[in-house]
């Protein structure tokens, strides 16, 4: 059965902080991974990533994918209150599903 | 620019009642797809459309219906509502199947009674 795990759950910093969060999945023909942004209504997309070892970045967020070792990370260096949300990772298979971790809930204290 | 619409945005309905949850894109994609999110589950994938006339079964299709007649609609149907479909519903939409960004309604709150 496909399956894709974030970690950790949740997690509470402090703005100026750097955070890293895991995604691993185990996703029969995967086709790319994506990173999403939930915060009180629709997720919104960050990246997708297909290829292993190639940096995906925008201001202060950036990701990487391991197709080997079958994870991605997602950066947040300087984090701002603003970033509090919940960060979903979701894998695309050549058979058109998609497969969502449970997400990150982030908390940025100021 | 609408994007995404989803309608109704809350609802409640009882036990073995039956009611549709419209999802509508202006974007000409060809892929939708319906999701419910559940606390601590992430999403997950109902049913999905590669394009008008064609739908297929995601991982939680059981309960649920739909069609797709035209390339903007998609809506998808509660048969006989339980309170295990109590959930926030997202319909999301892109261009070109599943390897492109999905663009997300504002999801549809549903409690079963």
């Known amino acids: 059965e496909d399956k894709v795990v974030q970690s950790p759950l949740s997690l509470v910093v402090h703005e100026g902080d750097t955070v890293t969060l895991n995604c691993s999945y185990e996703v029969t023909n995967f086709r790319s991974l994506l990173w999403y942004k939930q915060e009180k209504k629709a997720p919104t997309f960050l990246f997708m990533l297909t290829s292993s070892g190639i940096e995906k970045k925008s201001g202060r967020l950036s990701s990487i994918l391991d197709k080997k070792e079958l994870f991605s990370i997602l950066n947040i260096t300087a984090t701002q209150t603003g970033d509090s949300a919940i960060y979903l990772c979701a894998v695309a298979d050549y058979g058109q599903n998609f497969v969502f971790g449970p997400g990150t809930r982030l908390s940025v204290l100021p | 620019n609408a994007g995404v619409t989803q309608t109704p945005k809350f609802q409640v309905l009882k036990t073995g009642q039956s009611m549709t949850l419209q999802c509508a894109q202006d974007?000409?994609?060809?892929?939708m797809s319906w999701y419910r999110q559940d606390p601590g589950m992430g999403l997950r994938l109902i049913h999905y459309?590669?394009?008008?006339?064609?739908?297929d079964q995601g991982e939680v299709p059981n309960g649920y219906n739909v069609s797709r007649s035209t390339t903007e609609d998609f809506p998808l149907r509660l048969l006989s509502a339980a309170p295990s479909q109590t959930s926030v519903y997202f319909c999301?939409?892109?261009?070109?199947?599943?390897?492109?960004?999905?663009?997300f309604g504002d999801g549809t709150r549903l409690s079963i009674l």
């Open positions: 999301a939409s892109s261009f070109g199947g599943n390897n492109q960004p999905q663009h």
């Open positions: 459309s590669v394009g008008a006339g064609i739908t």
């Open positions: 974007m000409n994609h060809e892929y």
